[in-house]
């Protein structure tokens, strides 16, 4: 079971992530620092001002690789989020002079961003999609998570959808591929999205379902695994079913 910490973007929440049982995988922002010119842990971008407190992604990873965390309870995801495609290649080249091949049955890298726009108003810009795409396969051995940016409305929740056109630009950039993928999908989105996004689903590529600060109803979750979804990072957890009696009976008409 994939149980999931968020945001970890300091040195001290690392650690206590790390000295934990609690958590098997881990979730962290990368963004581009123009002062020291390199990769650090950071959600929003860098200020000047702020540079100095700044997290290193060098560090990062190298705390993770001298820890404990990684040989217990079973194999690790130390998901990456990438905030700005200008550092991708260089975490990708530090990644790989770490050599984790020693460690490969132990931790699973995610290497994750919204590359498309998706549902919704988000004011969130999508990172250029072909430069992620192939900074990323320079390590093949790590899984791409590629997703669309997207926003919720309980106003909205019933009409927004993930469109075939949407999966249809997603497969074509991820088709060739040769290494594993993970499509990260808006829980809130995902019942009336079905008959597109099932499309995404093959032998090495598969769905993870993650939810923003409005949870996901229990229903939904329920309706998902009945589906075969396995992955989950819904760290939010679950809410009131939205308007719930209205919600089961839309769902059993529609689906």
Known sequence: MQIWKHAVNTRTLLNEVLSSDKYNCIEADVTW???????VMKHESVSSSSYSDEFLFENFIKIILNSNW?????????????????CVNSCIEYIKQCRLHNIENNLNIWLNAD????????????LDATKFINDCEKLNNATLSVGWTT????????????TKEMIAEMLKLTENL????????RASLVRQSWNNINKLIT???SLTIWTGAEGVPQCDLDWMK????????????CKDDWLSWKRVLYYVKKI
Do not use: A, C
């Open 33 to 39: 620092n123009n002062n020291f010119n390199k990769p």
């Open 70 to 86: 990684l040989y217990k309870n079973g194999k690790k995801i130390v998901k990456l989020d990438f905030k700005n495609v200008d």
């Open 115 to 126: 590359i498309l726009k998706g549902p919704g108003n988000s004011h969130s810009q999508p």
């Open 151 to 162: 926003s919720f409305s309980i106003l909205e929740r019933t009409s927004e959808l993930y």
């Open 178 to 185: 040769d290494m594993n993928v993970t499509f990260p999908l």
């Open 203 to 205: 032998e090495n590529r």
């Open 226 to 237: 009945q589906k075969g979804i396995t992955q989950f990072d819904v760290e939010k957890g």
